[in-house]
């Protein structure tokens, strides 16, 4: 089936320690972003990649890093320079030039910082 | 800048009666509105968009969503709720900036659907 698959569902880490979460998708997707979810915040996004081997901050992109090596694959290392890392992260993906626009999700990733 | 409000944090209603969730915007020039729902623990659903036409939008499950432009809101709305509706549900709008389709989403109401 197509989608996007995100790893791991949950995610346990010492503070000071940087985690990479994994994000796939098979839809054959232009543009692939990271979002994160607080409770009351709703979403924000973190960065976001257009084309491979290119990618932009969102609003929240410190203590984050991403690369887009291959179309299929975004992966968010979450380092130790974020102050606050514990919270439910979302990828998503969506084609780009005539789309109108609506993103497709994975089931999210749940990091708790200890 | 881009923006959506969700001025209810929740929402409750009686299976049966109908709902509507509330949602504003704040664009420059045309907007590109979204709803989508969210189960606990889970990503993201897909609802309904508007991007241009007919003001009442037809989306997934029996909802649908009325975009009013003189009063700048989306509301969503169902004529009968279900129990299995309790969710949370977010408005989005298209952010145009940097390129790309990102959107900028409202901070969610809770729906809470009761027999």
């Known amino acids: 089936d197509g989608g996007i698959t995100q790893s791991p569902k949950y995610l346990f880490r010492k503070e000071g320690q940087n985690v990479t979460l994994s994000c796939e998708q098979n839809l054959n997707h232009d543009a692939m972003y990271w979002y994160r979810q607080d409770p009351g915040q709703g979403l924000r996004l973190i960065y976001y990649?257009?084309?491979?081997?290119?990618?932009q901050k969102g609003d929240i992109a410190e203590g984050y890093s991403v690369s887009r090596e291959k179309k299929e694959s975004f992966p968010l290392t979450v380092t130790s320079a974020q102050k606050n890392p514990t919270a439910f992260y979302l990828c998503?993906?969506?084609?780009?030039?005539?789309?109108?626009?609506?993103?497709?999700f994975g089931e999210g990733s749940r990091l708790t910082v200890l | 800048a881009q923006s959506v409000a969700q001025p209810e944090d929740q929402v409750n209603v009686a299976e049966g009666n109908p709902l509507t969730v509330k949602c504003t915007y704040s664009?420059?020039?045309?907007?590109?509105l979204f709803w989508y729902v969210q189960y606990p623990n889970r990503g993201l659903q897909f609802l309904l968009k508007y991007i241009t036409g007919d003001n009442l939008v037809k989306g997934s499950y029996g909802f649908e969503a009325e975009f009013n432009k003189s009063q700048t809101s989306f509301h969503l709305k169902k004529p009968s709720a279900l129990v299995s509706d309790s969710a949370l549900y977010f408005c989005?709008?298209?952010?145009?900036?940097?390129?790309?389709?990102?959107?900028?989403f409202g901070t969610g109401t809770q729906l809470k659907v009761e027999l």
């Open positions: 990649s257009q084309i491979v081997n290119d990618f």
């Open positions: 664009v420059s020039g045309n907007p590109y």
């Open positions: 998503a993906s969506s084609s780009l030039g005539t789309s109108t626009g609506e993103l497709f």
């Open positions: 989005a709008v298209r952010d145009f900036t940097g390129g790309g389709n990102k959107l900028t």
